[in-house]
T-cell receptor, first 113, second 114 residues
Framework: AQSVSQHNHHVILSEAASLELGCNYS??????LFWYVQYPGQHLQLLLK??????LVKGIKGFEAEFIKSKFSFNLRKPSVQWSDTAEYFC???????????FGQGTTLQVKP | EAQVTQNPRYLITVTGKKLTVTCSQN?????MSWYRQDPGLGLRQIYY???????DKGDVPEGYKVSRKEKRNFPLILESPSPNQTSLYFC?????????????FGQGTRLTVV
């Protein structure tokens, strides 16, 4: 069965620190990969996505993620976080041509000003 | 504007009183689903639908029902709510075919069952 694992449940950083959130998935076929962000009290919004092509994808607000197929990983990065990045981050996977998204447990990021 | 609309946003109800949370999308998406979000557990899928009149159980379907009579609507029904169904619920829709399958989420419904 498909599953998604996020390594860090709670991350605390100071402003300007670099961020990397780990995400691994288990599925042998072609996948689509996503990172969603949920700001306090809000719904999930898409940060970035990978369908095919360049494994380094850039999203909104300076976030990027790298798909490493051999490691089944899709880690999220940002060189310099801001206080406004405080949110919960979810990695998600779906098998190609299916609609179902499998989510990781989420990582709560707290950025201290 | 492309959107998924859920109603109500907040709901407090008593054990056993039937309720329905509505969900509507305007993007002509085939796939719609319901998730519940609980602390430490992330989002878990309750039910999904791949098209009109096609629904199936997700990972945590017990105590819930859905219907898909029209492509745009996908209501979530709790026939006899219990306190363990207190949670934050999200409806989502997406295409199925091809690469553009990112999900669009509604604003969420915070349900409290007392």
């Amino acid at each position: 069965a498909q599953s998604v694992s996020q390594h860090n449940h709670h991350v605390i950083l100071s402003e300007a620190a670099s961020l990397e959130l780990g995400c691994n998935y288990s599925y042998g076929g072609t996948v689509n990969l996503f990172w969603y962000v949920q700001y306090p009290g809000q719904h999930l919004q898409l940060l970035l996505k990978y369908f095919s092509g360049d494994p380094l994808v850039k999203g909104i607000k300076g976030f990027e993620a790298e798909f490493i197929k051999s490691k089944f990983s899709f880690n999220l990065r940002k060189p310099s976080v801001q206080w406004s990045d405080t949110a919960e981050y979810f990695c998600a996977v779906n098998a190609y041509n299916t609609g179902k998204l499998i989510f990781g447990q989420g990582t709560t990021l707290q950025v201290k000003p | 504007e492309a959107q998924v609309t859920q109603n109500p946003r907040y709901l407090i109800t008593v054990t056993g009183k039937k309720l329905t949370v509505t969900c509507s999308q305007n993007m002509n998406h085939e796939y719609m689903s319901w998730y519940r979000q609980d602390p430490g557990l992330g989002l878990r899928q309750i039910y999904y639908s791949m098209n009109v009149e096609v629904t199936d159980k997700g990972d945590v379907p017990e105590g819930y029902k859905v219907s898909r009579k029209e492509k745009r609507n996908f209501p979530l029904i709790l026939e006899s709510p219990s306190p363990n169904q207190t949670s934050l619920y999200f409806c989502a829709s997406s295409k199925i075919q091809g690469g553009g399958t990112e999900a669009f989420f509604g604003q969420g419904t915070r349900l409290t069952v007392v």
